[in-house]
Each structure stands twice: as C-alpha cells, then as structure tokens.
C-alpha cells in the first residue's frame, strides 16, 4: 500500500452521466495529482494541486472537473464524457512540488478504470 | 517540447540475468527523474528518484544512474526474478514540461 486510496476502483458510466472520482492520500503531503492512462500511450497529467491550490491544468476538457477541499482529498467530476476518455485515472500525491530541494517523490494510488459507453 | 523515451519497448529475459533499461530524454533541464513499475491494471509503484544534482541512486537490486547533459538515465536490475516482471516507466520533472512520462519497457522475465 502506498497511502494513497481512489473510489471507486472501477466505473462504467453513460455519455449522460455526471459522476465524481475520488482520491485520499494519509502521508501527510502538500501536492495532489491527477493523470489520465489510456491504452498505448504514454501517461499524461492533467492537474496539479499544490496547498489545496490548482498549479497546472495542462489543457484538459472543462468535462473534467476537479476539487480539492484540503490536502488530503482530491475529486475528479466528469460530466458528458466521450468514449474516447475511457481510460485508468490515477491519482498521486507528493510531500513537495518540482523544483523544491525537498521531496518531490510522487506516490500514486491504485486508480479507477474508467469505461464511457 | 520534452520527449521521454525508452528503449527497448519490451524485453524478455531467463532468470538470474543482469540487465538494463533506458530512458532518454530530449530537455536536459529536469528537476529530478523517477522510476516506477506498474504491474497489470495496477497503479505505479515508485522505485528510485534522482534529483538532477545526483548521478545515481541505489536501492536493493537497483540502481539508476542520470547523466543530464546527454540527456539519459538508466535502471540496472541485478540478478532478475520472476517478480520483476511488470513495465518499468521513468518520468521526468521540470519548470517548463512540468510532469512528463516514458513510453515504458514492458519487462517479461521468465523463469
């Protein structure tokens, strides 16, 4: 376990649906993230909290929508999805951000397989 | 714009051999590089993180290297396992690209 959880595991939802992902980290860390895994490409991040502050959202639809309420919980709210994002949503948080001479390591929870029919 | 890539893209391996996986990379202006394995429909597991004042950093069987101005970082895996067996992706941080993921090596090593 990495101290860092994500419900649910697994979701199947309709192009019409409005549905929220969840992610808890119990390390104690400032830096929450979400990126997005879809089959044969690589890994991309889509937001970045930092103190509960958004720091990056690296040109991602306004159909994700996500919430930060304090620095251990960070939601990710879908809304009119497409197929096309049907994908593993993962979720990590790091004690620090980039560029800091402290401890960027990033711990990734186990993600939620999201599937849009 | 920051490119990640390593090679090779899988690799298949008898147990007990030494081996290497590579991951370069195209802007040398990195904070710190990462290793993760991530086993089937799993998350990521981090392995090692090297801060781009290191050379290299050494845990257990592992040890990954960074050479920042050729823009290249390896993972040595000593004596392979069964268990090993899971992609290995690396990921580099910066100012500019931020957050940025390889493509993977997709390790198979049989026993």
Redesign the interface.
Same mark, same amino acid.
């Given at each position: 376990e990495t101290g860092v959880t994500q419900t649910p595991r697994h979701l199947v939802m309709g192009m019409t649906n409005k549905k929220s992902l969840k992610c808890e980290q119990h390390l104690g860390h400032n830096a929450m993230y979400w990126y997005k895994q879809s089959a044969k490409k690589p890994l991309e991040l889509m937001f970045v909290y930092n103190f509960k502050e958004q720091t990056e959202n690296n040109s991602v639809p306004s159909r994700f929508s996500p919430e930060c309420p304090n620095s251990s919980h960070l939601f990710l709210h879908l809304h009119t999805l497409q197929p096309e994002d049907s994908a593993l949503y993962l979720c990590a948080s790091s004690q620090d951000g980039p560029g800091t001479s402290g401890r960027p390591e990033q711990y990734f929870g186990p993600g939620t397989r999201l599937t849009v029919t | 714009k920051q490119e990640?890539t390593q090679i090779p893209a899988a690799l298949s391996v008898p147990e007990g051999e030494n081996l290497v996986l590579n991951c370069s990379f195209t802007d040398s202006a990195i904070?710190?590089l990462?290793w #993760?394995r991530q086993d089937p !429909? &799993? %998350?990521?597991?981090?392995l090692l993180?090297i801060q781009s004042s290191q050379r290299e950093q050494t845990s257990g069987r592992l040890n990954a290297s960074l050479d920042k101005s050729s823009g290249r970082s390896t993972l040595y895996i000593a004596a392979s396992q069964p268990g090993d067996s899971a992609t290995y992706?690396c990921?580099t941080?910066? %100012?500019t690209y &931020?957050?940025? #993921? !390889?493509? %993977?090596t997709r390790l198979k090593v049989l026993a």
């Open positions: - | 990640v904070y710190n990462q #993760f !429909g &799993k %998350g990521l597991t981090s993180l992706l990921h941080t910066s %100012g &931020k957050y940025i #993921f !390889g493509t %993977g």
